[in-house]
């Protein structure tokens, strides 16, 4: 009778043993399954901070960016440099940047917001020079024979994909004196030129290039695309 006592509260101290240790197992496998999630949220809720971080460093530039070039113009357009006309100026152009600074530098593809900044600057000489290389044709038009006119509307399909493209393409044109940009549906440009020679500058594409070029579009790479985003990679490194 003893024995057989003995046996069962053996037995049943094994069982309370045993049980403890699932339970034991259980608490400590939901601490750890409590633990890793609070990492895991905690490794979220930093990674969101230098995300937010990043993204409000590249409003900013893109922001600042634009109003740089606004503003240039302003200055060059208005030839009026007094503190009125300048205060205007700067109200009105940041106004302007506040709205559109994420369309400006909006690109589709890798790229540092630097280099598309330096190469929309440097296009800048080449629509002047183009500029003024149109005058003078519209003024040989204008004073020349009248058989040199020969207005049309030619139309092309651009290679360009983004939107701030198709504007900026549309806008060089329209600036370039004996052409007008008309419309464009679904990347097709319909352009007015007033006489056969300005349409055949236009249809050569060199323009179309140097923008695809500032934005890294159109399929295309430089060489020049290359060097210039090395430093992009080797940051991120």
Not at 119 to 133: A, K, S
Request: charged share 25%; aromatic share 10%.
């Amino acid at each position: 009778m003893e024995v057989t006592i003995l046996v069962q509260a053996t037995d049943r101290s094994f069982e309370i043993l045993e049980n403890a240790r699932e339970k034991s197992k259980q608490i400590l496998d939901t601490a750890a399954r409590l633990t890793s999630e609070s990492q895991a949220v905690h490794r979220k809720r930093v990674e969101a901070i230098f995300k937010g971080a990043r993204q409000t460093k590249r409003e900013i530039t893109r922001f600042t960016a634009t109003f740089i070039i606004l503003f240039g113009f302003w200055l060059l357009l208005s030839g009026h440099y007094d503190l009125f006309h300048i205060s205007i100026g700067l109200l009105c152009c940041g106004l302007v940047s506040h709205a559109t600074h994420d369309l400006l530098f909006a690109n589709p593809r890798a790229g540092d917001m630097r280099v598309i900044v330096k190469r929309f600057i440097t296009y800048i000489p080449w629509l002047f020079y183009q500029i003024v290389l149109s005058n003078m044709h519209v003024v040989r038009l204008a004073l020349g024979p009248k058989n040199l006119i020969d207005p049309k509307i030619i139309e092309f399909k651009t290679k360009l994909e983004s939107d701030i493209s198709f504007v900026t393409l549309a806008n060089s044109i329209t600036l370039t004196p004996g052409t007008i940009t008309l419309d464009i549906r679904d990347g097709v440009f319909y352009v007015h030129a007033v006489s056969k020679k300005t349409a055949e500058d236009l249809l050569t594409g060199e323009m179309e290039d140097k923008i695809a070029h500032i934005f890294m579009e159109a399929d295309h790479v430089y060489v020049q695309d290359t060097l210039d985003i090395a430093p992009v990679f080797v940051a991120l490194k």
